[in-house]
């Protein structure tokens, strides 16, 4: 029984467009004959992308390749400058609310970064800030937001900076820019950019530890970061330490109590995940912390299931790694084919 392809023409070309421009962004220049090769195209449908490309200006056209004897093959090379994106992530530290931002091209590089403070951080601020952006730099494609709390659907719902709660930040930021806009969790964006500085391990799991804040997780198994049916996956705070929330933070203030409640922490997480790696961070833990904690570990699991457990004082670079990454990959199509059963 045959399964033809069903007004799937449009995404079909859109997947193609985004394995060219792929491959362009990883050489120096390409070929049709390179980039067919790359991609597992056809040469001709290599040739129709490029010259669409090449009219919008998201592709340059280099100097031919030199001749072996035949006519010289036309050269390519992806124009990383033909749109940029900005990242901003939110954070709260002794009280104060910081705003992190970077500008960077289309392959990453970066334009612009800088960190500012601000009394309050409420929409019509950040609504702001994004406006200050893309007047300077016309042609943003994508904006990226990291925030400290649980987003659904681009609604932020429980967050460390209560003014942000209950805001659809995602949709009316799209509404008013016309660009790709996403907003997630800053546990799940800092343990994207941990995941990908460590290409050999597929699982890993990052928990903070923040003075009076409770903590938070981020989790990628086998590659793919967990967020759970509502996005609440990560949520570590909740697990049963019979304690109430009070006493949990007071608790993670208290360096005796922090250990075992940071163990056990830890010990849901290898028991249900079982990752390569743990990053620990936040200013409540100490790397002095780690041996007793992976020794109050060791009483519960297993050696041989215990992995890798580490600390980061400053988390800032994976952060803002995984939100550019992030934020870059918006900007491809995520569309599926779907086969129609005659």
């Not at 995940?273 to 060791?298: A, F, H, R, S, W």
Request: a negative charge; one cysteine or more; glycine letters at 8%.
């Amino acid at each position: 029984m045959n399964k033809p392809l069903s007004n799937n023409t449009a995404a079909l070309k859109k997947i193609n467009i985004d394995l060219v421009k792929a491959s362009l962004k990883n050489l120096e220049y390409g070929t049709k004959s390179s980039i067919a090769q790359a991609t597992g195209l056809s040469v001709a449908t290599c040739g129709n992308i490029l010259k669409e490309l090449l009219v919008t200006g998201e592709v340059l056209e280099v100097s031919h390749e030199e001749s072996s004897g035949g006519r010289p093959a036309r050269r390519f090379k992806y124009n990383e400058n033909y749109g940029f994106v900005g990242c901003i992530y939110i954070s709260l530290k002794n009280n104060a609310r910081w705003v992190n931002y970077k500008v960077t091209n289309l392959k990453g590089e970066k334009i612009e970064e800088d960190i500012i403070t601000s009394d309050n951080i409420t929409y019509e601020v950040i609504d702001s800030f994004i406006n200050q952006l893309t007047q300077k730099y016309t042609n943003i494609l994508a904006i990226g937001i990291g925030i400290p709390g649980v987003v659904y659907e681009g609604v932020i719902g429980i967050c460390d900076i209560p003014e942000l709660s209950n805001i659809n930040l995602g949709e009316r930021l799209k509404e008013k820019y016309k660009i790709e806009v996403t907003i997630e969790n800053d546990m799940n964006l800092t343990v994207y950019g941990i995941y990908k500085r460590h290409e050999k391990e597929t699982s890993v799991a990052v928990v903070t530890f923040i003075e009076n804040s409770f903590p938070g997780s981020g989790i990628i198994i086998d590659g793919n970061i967990l967020k759970g049916s509502t996005k609440f996956a990560g949520e570590v705070s909740f697990l049963p330490f019979d304690l109430s929330r009070e006493e949990q933070l007071k608790h993670l203030h208290n360096k005796e109590q922090f250990i075992p409640l940071a163990a056990k922490t830890l010990i849901s997480l290898i028991a249900i995940i079982n990752p390569q790696i743990i990053v620990l961070t936040g200013g409540l833990c100490k790397p002095e912390y780690v041996d007793n904690i992976y020794n109050n570990c060791l009483q519960i699991i297993p050696k041989e299931h215990i992995p890798n457990i580490s600390y980061i004082e400053d988390i800032h670079n994976d952060y803002m790694q995984g939100l550019l990454s992030t934020t870059l990959e918006s900007l491809a199509y995520h569309g599926t084919l779907m086969l129609k059963q005659n």
